[in-house]
């Protein structure tokens, strides 16, 4: 998991307690303030406001609005990349298909805001982090198809494309976060709640499992 994040650009020392409690405040402030402004919109002091602390006190941890914006970037993608250790030879397929979309879902309900940022930063052609797409993203998805096909091989899942299926995944987890006006449009609801989250996880763990040829729960 490492390897795949050596070249996220977060290039700070590691932090005692508070620091990393302050730049974890910040963070979700910053992703706060560019999911509604865009980064070109979003201002050091809408931020700092956001995050209660004094602009200077942000200055301290993050000299430039880029800075934070490329942290904000790394931080999400890593929270992602996290979760996809548990797809290991290690592991049944249903097991680890299960647990990785399940993990998905929860970051869109906890994180919604960095799941914004992150899309429009793509929608923009990956201007920031473009590379890190291009290296340790590639890298990972590469080794983590390789399992799938060993799976497949083995007779243990249908046959599908593993790089098609990381796609779908995604894009039908992060879409209760990119979209979530669409979403709650449709459903008649103002905002999507714990209930709302629990229902859309278990109707996508079903159909995902199913689509790989895996026993999944019925649905009620």
């Known amino acids: 998991m490492m390897d795949a994040l050596a070249r996220v650009p977060v290039a700070r020392e590691p932090a005692g307690r508070i620091r990393q409690e302050n730049e974890a405040l910040i963070l979700r402030a910053a992703e706060h303030v560019f999911a509604r402004a865009g980064f070109a919109g979003a201002t050091m002091a809408d931020i700092a406001l956001r995050a209660g602390v004094p602009k200077s006190n942000l200055h301290y941890y993050f000299r430039t ?4 914006y490329r942290a904000v970037l790394a931080h999400t993608l890593q929270l992602w990349l996290s979760e996809t250790d548990i797809i290991s030879a290690d592991h049944a397929p249903r097991l680890a ?4 979309i399940r993990a998905k879902m929860r970051l869109s309900a906890s994180h919604p805001d960095a799941s914004r940022v992150f899309a429009n930063e793509l929608l923009h052609g990956a201007p920031e982090i473009g590379n890190v797409l291009r290296e340790a993203l590639h890298e990972l998805v590469a ?5 799938i096909r060993a799976w497949i091989a083995d ?24 979209f979530e006006a669409q979403v709650c449009a449709v459903l008649g609801v103002s ?6 989250f629990e229902r859309a996880t278990e109707h996508l763990v079903a159909l995902l499992l199913r689509g790989c040829g895996l026993h999944a729960p019925d649905l009620a």
């Not at 298909?97 to 990785?100: D, H, T």
């Not at 790089?163 to 987890?173: C, N």
């Not at 905002?191 to 709302?196: H, I, K």
């Open 191 to 196: 905002q999507l709640d714990a209930d709302d």
């Open 97 to 100: 298909l299960e647990q990785y």
């Open 65 to 68: 609005k880029q800075a934070l």
């Open 143 to 147: 080794r983590k198809a390789t399992v």
């Open 155 to 178: 007779g243990q899942m249908a046959p599908v494309d593993p790089y098609h299926l990381f796609f779908t995944i995604w894009a039908a987890t992060q879409t209760y976060a990119d």
